[in-house]
């Protein structure tokens, strides 16, 4: 079992930036490929950004792509996502998810770890 943690979300104006956390406990992250995902009121979770288990392979939503950016630190079992140039389209509670390895490609990650969210948004 892994547990995930969001912190890092915020007020912020538009055209600011924001650094979310994700921190794992439970079993190591390695080797667990992380992402984000939000949902805005009224609209269905919708993905943000994956990264794999040694952080060498990432992928954007082309909402985001340019102006968001994963990473992460497997000795701190921690991925980020570094928000910058920040709409009001993007006020949302951004989730935390993992995979467990192996890694066979974008399209097979089902994502059953899930954090609680954490609220961003975004004034005009």
């Known amino acids: 079992q892994v547990y995930l943690v969001e912190s890092g979300g915020g007020l912020v104006q538009a055209g600011g930036s924001l650094r979310l956390s994700c921190v794992a406990s439970g079993r190591t992250f390695t080797g667990y490929a992380g992402a984000w995902f939000r949902q805005a009121p009224g609209k269905e979770r919708e993905f943000v950004a994956a990264?794999?288990?040694?952080?060498?392979?990432?992928n954007y939503a082309d909402s985001v792509r340019g102006r968001f950016t994963i990473s992460r630190d497997n000795a701190k079992d921690t991925v980020y996502l570094q928000m910058n140039s920040l709409k009001p389209e993007d006020t949302a509670v951004y989730y935390c998810a993992a995979d467990p390895p192996p890694f066979l490609g974008w399209s097979t990650l089902e994502y059953p770890y899930w954090g609680q969210g954490t609220q961003v948004t975004v004034s005009p």
């Open positions: 990264i794999n288990s040694n952080g060498g392979n990432t």
